[in-house]
């Protein structure tokens, strides 16, 4: 199976901007060692974005043209036998990239690692961020209108795994439970080990589907280290654990079926570490799919 690299540059699902900036600059970085295919799809320029505080439904539209692309795009490569590995873009981004990938094998699971479950709806949202509605519109929970382009299967909450979450809204803890999706906090992989937590998020996430769609939120990593982000959470995980986890993921790549890598902002970063780290946790991705020595992987910015 060959890769292809797609940019989903939109950050129309948070109201900070800079994330939209972050696939060029990382597709640039890595066509210093990937040969292969890559596409950038990148939203509007003259996109007002909505800054009302109280508007809980910020951009929807905006962000639904930009990922009925991104769906469209990437259902394609599926189709031609292509593994996906998308660079956001801010969260909303994983809605079509999961979405697709359902679409054509119908029934998969997924993991996601964020300090966020993203489990708002359009009733319990604070922020109005598309951002942290992304998952309950890929699970089937509410949020129609954030997946009307997509006319396939979601994936089941009880087949989808949140690991790191340290920042659930109050409101949102309820969708979570009454959902089924499955959560390991930050403080149950300090308590069991990231092998024991990512083994057995493999484990619910694949079992009796037909692969797993994984999704790595740059915020999982403290803002200390990685502070390129849009909405930094603290008490995050270090580099050394983010790689160990990378390396834990690809021990699981025969049943991954799509990628996506998200939120990394440009505008908010400091002496390109959170950049360096992006870079370092896609190359190893790139080079596993490409059954390549991925564990030994590094590639230094210029």
């Known amino acids: 199976m060959k890769s292809i690299i797609i940019g989903a540059g939109s950050d129309l699902g948070v109201h900070i901007d800079g994330s939209s900036l972050g696939p060029v600059q990382l597709i640039n970085d890595i066509k210093s060692f990937y040969n292969g295919e890559t596409t950038t799809i990148m939203q509007e320029e003259d996109i007002l974005k909505s800054r009302n505080l109280s508007d809980r439904r910020k951009n929807e539209y905006e962000v639904d043209e930009i990922n009925t ?96 979450a340290r920042s659930i809204d109050d409101w949102e803890k309820d969708n979570v439970k009454y959902s089924g999706l499955n959560v390991f906090t930050s403080e149950d992989i300090k308590q069991k080990g990231l092998e024991t937590v990512i083994n057995e998020a493999f484990s619910i996430a694949n079992e009796r589907t037909k692969g797993v769609h994984i999704s790595f939120d740059l915020g999982l990593l403290d803002p200390s280290i990685a502070p390129g982000v849009s909405i930094p959470e603290f008490d995050g995980v270090s580099e050394e654990e983010v790689m160990n986890i990378n390396k834990l993921i690809i021990a699981h790549m025969k049943d991954i079926t799509s990628y996506d890598l998200v939120e990394f902002n440009p505008l908010r970063d400091e002496n390109r570490k959170t950049e360096q780290i992006a870079l370092n946790i896609l190359a190893q991705i790139i080079n596993a799919v490409n059954k390549k020595n991925e564990n030994e992987f590094e590639v230094k910015l210029k």
């Open 69 to 164: 692309k991104i769906y469209n795009t990437i259902l394609e490569k599926e189709k031609d036998n292509y593994f996906p590995i998308v660079i956001g873009g801010d969260s909303s981004i994983t809605i079509p990239t999961a979405l697709a990938s359902s679409k054509v094998r119908e029934n998969i699971g997924m993991i996601l690692f964020s300090p966020y479950t993203n489990y708002n709806t359009f009733d319990t949202t604070v922020s109005g961020n598309i951002n942290g509605m992304a998952l309950a519109a890929i699970n089937g929970y509410k949020n129609s209108e954030l997946r009307y382009y997509h006319d396939g299967n979601v994936i089941q909450p009880t087949k989808t795994v949140v690991v790191g």
